[in-house]
C-alpha cells in the first residue's frame, strides 16, 4: 500500500460504493480524519491473536486432499503488470485469489454429491512436519469426529512458515455439517480449546458445471477479556468457461461495539487476453460514510494495467485517482475535490482506509480458504 501513502491510500476505498456515489452532490471532505484515521487503526487488534497470524500463513495448506490441477486458464503470466509490481502488488494477489476460487468452479459440482472429507480423514489430526514443511495426519486425538483438526503454530515472520522449534497457538476444527446442502463448519481455537478465535460455516448454495454460490456467515474475534468481534456475512458467486470467468465477493463486516460497519464488493474477470478488477468498499462510522470505486483493467496482451479511482463522504466527491503502470513501472494521480486538494491529515485517513480494506479483504480470503478448498477438492 505503499503508493497510496503520498497521495490516497483510498485506492482501496474508492472501492465500494459506486452504485451511491452522486457527482451531483456538493464536494466533501471527512469531518474528523483523525478521528477515522484512530478508528481504521483500532482494527489491527481484532486480527492480531498469534492463532489468527498462523492460519492465515498457512491456510493454503490446511485441506482435505491435494487439490487437482486448475483446467480452466492458467495463471501463468496472467497479471503480470500487477504481480511484478510492488507497489500494485497487492490487487495482483487480490486477483490471484479470485481466479484461484474460479479455477474451483468445475470440482464444486462433483464435490457437492460426495461426503467433504474421506472416512479415512475423518478424526485425524494433523501436525506439522519440518521436514517436508507440510500438514501430516498423526495418531493424536481430540479431533472432530465429523472432520479434521489442524494444530496452528507461532509463525516465522522471515519465512512466513511455522517457527522452529514448533510452538502451537491453537488448531483449527473442519466439521462437515451437511444437509440439504454441503456446508462446511469451522472453527479456530487457542490451545486447549479457549478462546474461539474464529466461528463460521459456509454453504455451497448452488453449483452447476459451469457456476457456483457460496454463502458464510460469523465472527472473528481477538479473544481478549474484552473482545472485539467482526460480525461477518457474504456471498461469493462465480459463473463462466475456459475462456471468460467472473467471480463476485460481497460481504459485510460489523463491529458493533465500536459503532464500525464495513460493505466489501470486487468483482474480476478473467479472460485469455484481460482481466479486469472492480473494488468498491463503503467505510461507516460515527453516522459517516466514506466510500470509494474503482476498476483496475489488465491488458495482459500488452502487459499493462489502467484504472480509475473515486472516494466520496456522504455523496459528496472527495478525490478522484487515475493509475496507470506496465510490469516495471506505474503512475497514480489523485487530486482533491475541495478547493485545497487533501491535506495531511486526510492523506493519512485515506491511507488507514486503504490498508484497513486492504487487509480486512486478504484475511477474510485466507480464513474462507481452508472452507474454499474442501468444498471444492
Not at 290 to 308: E, F, H
Request: aromatic share 6%; hydrophobic share 40%; proline share 5%.
Amino acid at each position: 500500500m505503499r503508493w497510496l501513502r503520498p497521495a490516497l491510500a483510498g485506492v482501496v476505498l474508492a472501492a465500494f460504493t459506486g452504485a451511491c456515489s452522486k457527482d451531483s452532490i456538493a464536494p466533501k471532505s471527512l469531518a474528523n480524519p483523525q478521528a477515522t484515521s484512530a478508528q481504521l487503526a483500532s482494527l489491527d487488534t481484532i486480527f492480531s491473536a498469534p492463532a489468527l497470524n498462523s492460519l492465515s500463513q498457512v491456510s493454503a495448506s490446511v485441506k482435505a486432499s491435494a487439490p487437482a490441477p486448475g483446467t480452466t486458464l492458467a495463471l501463468a503470466g496472467m497479471l503480470q503488470p500487477l504481480a511484478q509490481s510492488t507497489d500494485l502488488g497487492s490487487y495482483g494477489r487480490r486477483l490471484q485469489d479470485l481466479v484461484a476460487f474460479s479455477r474451483l468452479i468445475p470440482r464444486f459440482s462433483v464435490q457437492a454429491a460426495t461426503a467433504l472429507f474421506p472416512d479415512t480423514l475423518k478424526g485425524k489430526t494433523f501436525e506439522w512436519d519440518t521436514t517436508s514443511n507440510g500438514y501430516v495426519a498423526t495418531t493424536r486425538t481430540g479431533a472432530p469426529a465429523n472432520g479434521m483438526r489442524f494444530i496452528l503454530y507461532a509463525i516465522d515472520p522471515l519465512t512466513s512458515s511455522p517457527a522452529k522449534p514448533l510452538t502451537e497457538v491453537g488448531y483449527i476444527d473442519l466439521m462437515d455439517e451437511s444437509t440439504t446442502h454441503p456446508t462446511l463448519h469451522v472453527m479456530v481455537a487457542g490451545v486447549g480449546g479457549a478462546p474461539v478465535y474464529v466461528n463460521y460455516t459456509v454453504t455451497l448454495a448452488s453449483q452447476t458445471t459451469s457456476s457456483v454460490v457460496v454463502t458464510t456467515a460469523g465472527y472473528i474475534t481477538n479473544g481478549a477479556t474484552s473482545p472485539d468481534s467482526v460480525v461477518f456475512a457474504g456471498t461469493i458467486t462465480g459463473s463462466g468457461s475456459a475462456s471468460s470467468i467472473t467471480v463476485t465477493e460481497d460481504v459485510s463486516f460489523d463491529v458493533n461495539a465500536r459503532d464500525i460497519h464495513v460493505r466489501d464488493w470486487q468483482q474480476a474477470t478473467v479472460t485469455q487476453t484481460s482481466t479486469s478488477l472492480k473494488v468498491s468498499f463503503r467505510f461507516e462510522h460515527g453516522g459517516e460514510v466514506v466510500t470509494l470505486d474503482g476498476t483496475l483493467n489488465v491488458d495482459t496482451t500488452a502487459g499493462t494495467v489502467s484504472g480509475t479511482i473515486t472516494s466520496h463522504v456522504d455523496g459528496g466527491l472527495f478525490a478522484t485517482c487515475t493509475v496507470n503502470g506496465t510490469s516495471t513501472s506505474f503512475s497514480l494521480t489523485c487530486t482533491g475535490a475541495v478547493q485545497g486538494g487533501l491535506n495531511a491529515d486526510e492523506q493519512a485517513a485515506l491511507h488507514h482506509l486503504g490498508d484497513a480494506a486492504q487487509n480486512i479483504s486478504a484475511l477474510f480470503q485466507k480464513i474462507l480458504g481452508p472452507a474454499l478448498t474442501v468444498l471444492g477438492a
